[in-house]
């Protein structure tokens, strides 16, 4: 009977090819798989019986392989294990809540409620190389706050319990005290397969920015330069978060956090600059009228001396001038002559003063390059930031140490673009989410975010309880929705332009029985035949897993027609069908194919809930017509 089964539900075959009608990938993005992949790409030669043969990878290689038993290197306990953790795929997915959100059919972002590290790796198909930007605020390791504590046998049964943030035990996971011997390990632990997750998901010019202060600055930077390369470096911003010192403390009142900076690959990276503000503009004025316009003077003298450019310098009024001793003029003689020519030169009012070089706005560069140092008066001070937050959630303080956002707005404009992707997976109070929209409003652009929080549960200790959250994300949630209505409210007249919406997915197992566990018996083989979904999986929650799963972004639309008792979703105008329902028959073959003639879609791809056919005829029928229109037998899947 048992062989009967299997035999049944044995993936379909084509009688024309005698191939397997694949199945939908039931994880995410095998990273090791695709790094030996490119590693037989660049040396065909090490792949021996199926196996690299590092032996051979060593020769080739030659110098460049360290042998030596002693060598710099940063480790700890757990590292080999989050190394293994990071390249590990996954099965869970996200669901959508809409619900939970705003705007659902119209926005283009996305708010991920999830253990960061579940949510990266299920990303990793759909974001791979496309994020252009992330900024970063993770927990400081203060001793306070929430350390990740991720099991490395199951991550998100870890997740599922963690978020209740008690153990069987009643003890509490979200602080990671000194008195913890593993106080700076398990600190790294959390941080490492995420900052690597993190990287797969730049883009070639994308960069990423890391908020920190002192506790872990010097772990960060070490294995920071690991993972991205010490060469792909940028800077360690100094954050003037504090304007007043704290006469409590013994010795020192720490006044900055830092900001690690790193790219991709920095050769392909253009910093767009700091836009000039209307003070440094405000220097420039138009003493004489010049057509060109409002322009500033600039010392014509310069050290040390060069001799050739020392000569006397005769001035309107009659007045000999010499550079000042140590010095010679910044042009040469023949030049200056031709910068008189030019009206180049400013002899003041009188025209008897030193002469000065004009500089005009006009031929200024626009943009500024950053220092490393950023003072609260240009963006923000910790102080500033929960007021704001307080003003915005109606005189209440929810949250504590919230980053000011104009801080996350200079990051967003010195490295993104108007259709960039911007992500924040320790996104707290949602700052980031915030920035970008305010950063849009100034550029008109439609760049978008994907904000990633734990659902942190909140004390019924909290003010934020007390009004009725229950997790942060509900709060930032709020946050978002609050200052995109301040935004609209501030810019009327681009309300129809601006995408200040967000769409909930929440982090989950998976919607397809078989993909969260193999069946342990005859009786689990015949729920899987009657209904292949978890209880409480919609149709639709099936189709964005599938959609993950297939590498499609979250934000592509999604139509739905119902033909005869099952329903055909279709993705992205053509890109990708997905049937599901009871009683399938060949009739959504058709409807398929009119859809890819009306969308002129090309290369589609069709996922087909195989045992819902009502039988092997219909079934077989169904592929012959999608292989007789033009799709390809390996673009036919079944779930």
Known sequence: MLDKLRKEHQPMTNERTNERLEEVSSHSLDITEQNIEKLKELFPEVLTEKKIDFDKLRLILG?????????????WNGKKQVMQLAQQPTVATL???KAKSKNWDETQNLYIEGDNLEVLNILQKSYSD??????????????K????KDNFEDSLDNYLEQTGQVDSEGNNFSVNPETNGRYHTDWLNMMYPRLKLARNLLSDDGVIFISIDDTEQANLKKIADEIFGEKNFLAQIVWERAFSPINLKKNFSESHDYILVYGKDTTKIVSNGIKRSQEANDRYSNADNDPRG???????????ANEKNIYPIITPGGREVMPPSGYSWRLSESSFREYIEDNR????????NTPRIKRFLSEVKQTVVPMTVWKYEDVGHSQSASQYLKRLFDDKSYFSYPKPVPLIQRIVELYSNPDSIVLDFFSGSATTAEAVMRMNVE???????????LPEQLSEKDVAFKDGYKTIPEIAEERICRAGDKIVEENPLLADKLDIGFKVFELSKSNIKKWNAEPKDLNEQFELLANNFEEGSKSIDVVYEIMLKQGLDLTYPISEIKVGDAVVYDIAFGAM????GDKITSEVAGHIMKQIADEEAENSMVVLQDEKFINDSEKLNTIEQLNASGIQYNDILSI
């Open 443 to 453: 550029d008109g652009g439609n760049r978008r975010f994907i904000m990633v929080q």
């Open 294 to 304: 409002p322009w500033t003077s600039g010392d014509l003298s310069v050290g040390p």
């Open 95 to 97: 669901k959508p809540n």
């Open 345 to 352: 030169i400013w002899f003041g009012e009188d025209g008897n």
């Open 145 to 148: 706050d929430f350390v990740y």
């Open 130 to 143: 496309k994020v252009k930007l992330i900024y970063v605020d993770p927990p400081y390791n203060t001793g």
């Open 63 to 75: 110098d460049e392989v360290e042998t030596a038993p002693e060598r710099y290197n940063f480790t």
């Open 577 to 580: 069908f997905v049937v599901l």
